[in-house]
């Protein structure tokens, strides 16, 4: 799988980087740091793009919105990198990772969000 890129930026810039097999922040000046969470809910693969996220929410309807500003991201929903995307099907689901809050940009697909979790798993 090839190397995604989320940039946020806020108070300062933090860069993840999601692998196959691993996700863990590049650089990090004064911005959000990761926290161990674990959420429950359901999950949908991306609108479109090389299908290396899902996006996360409260209701068996989630979507991805697709959108390209975070002040657009619903407040409800979490953009997804799992640790192996192979591993992970649409439905109920309750996942553990890290969750980064701020502004995030998917490089591949040009998808904005306000949360992100990454390092996700199925618990």
């Known amino acids: 799988m ?4 989320f940039v946020a930026a806020g108070a ?6 999601a692998t196959g097999a691993t996700a863990g922040i590049l650089v990090k000046t004064a911005g959000p740091v990761g926290e161990r969470v674990t959420l429950s809910g359901w999950i949908a693969p991306a609108a479109r793009g090389p299908g290396h996220y ?4 409260p209701d068996a309807g989630v979507i991805d919105p697709a959108i390209n500003s975070t002040d657009q991201w619903p407040r409800q929903l979490t ?5 192996d ?6 439905g109920k689901v309750t996942l ?9 940009k998917d490089e591949a697909t040009g998808h904005a969000a306000s949360a992100v979790m990454t390092e996700a798993t199925i618990v």
């Open 2 to 5: 090839d190397r995604r890129k």
């Open 12 to 17: 300062g810039v933090l860069a993840v980087t």
């Open 54 to 57: 899902f996006v996360l929410g």
């Open 79 to 83: 953009l997804v990198l799992p640790k």
């Open 85 to 90: 995307t192979q591993v992970l099907r649409p």
């Open 96 to 104: 553990q990772g890290k969750l980064y809050r701020g502004k995030f």
